[in-house]
């Protein structure tokens, strides 16, 4: 990926840039955008792509294995990550893929690409490099067509610049990336050590070393001791799109575009501030947000005309909505007084009877979402968002489900904190938007389908059961998001193929065990026994499959 003059051995080369998929790069991500502000983006199943900078192609690999129909093309200057990548593909057997060994500056093809991405290399390479990526875009991108491109942006990194300027003058006599790597994480470590946390620089730079110290080695180094690391303003780079023919679209992940988002009083400001310009609207956000990294969508100049960035219910009902819905539990019954109830008709009798409301329950949205409602259309719309997952479904059949959930009794008017009464089906559909603009309802253009638990003979998402076979922790799903498994769920995903059905499944994780490739436990001792340990092993089974289906790898053509 490094587009400086490399010595004959690149650092790229010597420190492979472990490349996953990376979940807002997708097309499908793109082409929700892209749809929403009114454009009509070509169908991921069917696109042309393009990746710049693919290193082994971690990324584009995945998206290839889901959409057969579609053909993808990758380029990286290393020849290390380009060898790896092609290894990959042809073990996997797709054929609707290349990776090439070529210059993003030498690139020159007559063809047009629906969707082009560069994810980690525009602030890693020099200008010149730079220049070249927008003349790519600018060149090769379709009428209807998307790019995304991320970078480091000001101020966030003004921090986070002082390290690496200190990271690269400890190390800078050392040319060997092990060694250099060695020196920048023992300097780290007596940062951390020396650093006062009383003062605001002392914090900072303990948070720093914190994250570096969990960092692995292959970004620890290319991302701060690699010889260019530019972040610019995000004025700066649309300047520069904009001399290029490109305008700009919006960010890859709607949340980082809802200045409503950072409070009223925020936002009233932020739109005197930049009088309707989207441009000085997203350069006061990231002031505001001390913003630090862009994922940021281009489109042809002219396409900007047909760009409407207005988000409303209507233009949410033809997508499909997935988001990974648990109920925690019943919060509360609130009691009410008789005369809290006037005007609330619509109570069932039974209600009216014990002067309740409807019991009030917590969903968990992720690992960070909550949502508390005594509202039965919401809770009904949560419930059947939650059943659904990981599969998508349309957001118009979802309000419709949760309408039916409740036809059969009578819904209770909500009442709001100032003591009046609103319609649940309104307040329903402002959740629906607002889930959407906090990022947690996750939209798609196209159905996915997605395998089960339960399948006679449950068979991996291709990718990930190539990787886990290569005991790779770290795996694709179908959803174009990364997973972490553990050594022992790595070895099952191992033999999913879809020719092993549960009890072929259970036997062979019973070798795993005997010869000591997993390691079954009871009471901390080691289970050899197979009668004992063919109980242990259905259950290790039930639970690894039944995650796989949460996780979204399992495929449907089992």
Known sequence: MLESQPPALSTYDAVPYQSHAFAQSQPDKLA????????????????????????????????????????????????????????????????????????????????????????????????????????????HLSADGVAYVSYNVYPGWKAREVVRDAMLFHTR???????????????????????????????????????LNEAPDYYVFHEHLEEHNSPCYF??????????????????????????????????????????????????????????????????????????????LEKLLPFYASAPVQRVADVQESKVHGDELQGDELQSDELQKRKVQPAEVEFRIGPHSHVKTSNALLKAFLHELGKCYPSPILVSELRERAWHVVAAEPVALVINAQGEASDPKVELDNLILRMVIDGVLS?????????????????????????????????????????????????????????????????????????????????????????????LVENLLDVSLEKFERCALLSADA
């Open 443 to 535: 939209l798609h253009l196209e159905p996915l389908s997605l395998g089960r638990a339960d399948a006679p003979a449950p068979k991996a998402f291709a990718v990930a059961l190539d990787l886990a076979r290569r005991k790779q922790t770290r795996v694709p799903n179908q959803r174009h998001e990364s997973i972490n498994l553990t050594t022992v769920e790595i070895e099952v995903l191992a033999l999913l193929d879809g020719q092993r059905n549960r009890s072929q499944l259970v036997d062979g994780l019973i070798l795993k065990s005997r010869d000591g490739t997993i390691r079954v436990e009871r009471d901390k001792q080691w289970v050899r026994d197979e009668r004992t340990l063919r109980p």
């Open 235 to 312: 004025t700066e780079f649309a300047a520069v799109a904009a001399r290029h023919g490109l305008g700009f679209l919006g960010e890859a992940a709607i949340s980082e575009m809802a200045p409503q988002r950072l409070g009223n009083d925020i936002f009233e400001t932020l739109s005197k501030l930049s009088s309707g310009d989207i441009i000085a609207t997203e350069q006061y956000m990231d002031i505001f947000k001390n913003r630090m990294f862009r994922q940021s969508l281009l489109i042809p100049r002219e396409a900007l005309s047909r760009v409407g960035r207005h988000l409303n």
């Open 173 to 211: 006599a050392h040319q060997d990336p092990t060694l250099k790597l060695q020196q920048a994480r023992g300097f780290i470590q007596y940062i951390e050590k020396m650093s006062d946390p009383k003062t605001a620089f002392g914090a900072m730079l303990r948070e720093e070393a914190k994250n």
């Open 32 to 139: 929700v955008i892209a749809r929403l502000f009114g454009l009509n983006p070509v169908l991921p199943s069917n696109a042309r792509v393009l990746e710049l900078g693919c290193a082994a192609g971690g990324n584009l690999i995945p998206l290839a294995a889901r959409f057969p129909e579609a053909q993808f093309l990758g380029i990286d200057l290393s020849a290390v990550e380009v060898e790896h990548g092609a290894r990959n593909i042809a073990s996997l057997g797709l054929k609707n893929i290349r990776i090439e060994h070529c210059s993003i500056t030498e690139f020159d093809r007559e063809e047009r690409f629906d969707y082009i991405i560069a994810h980690g290399v525009y602030s890693w390479v020099p200008a010149k490099v730079q220049q070249a990526i927008m003349t790519v875009l600018a060149q």
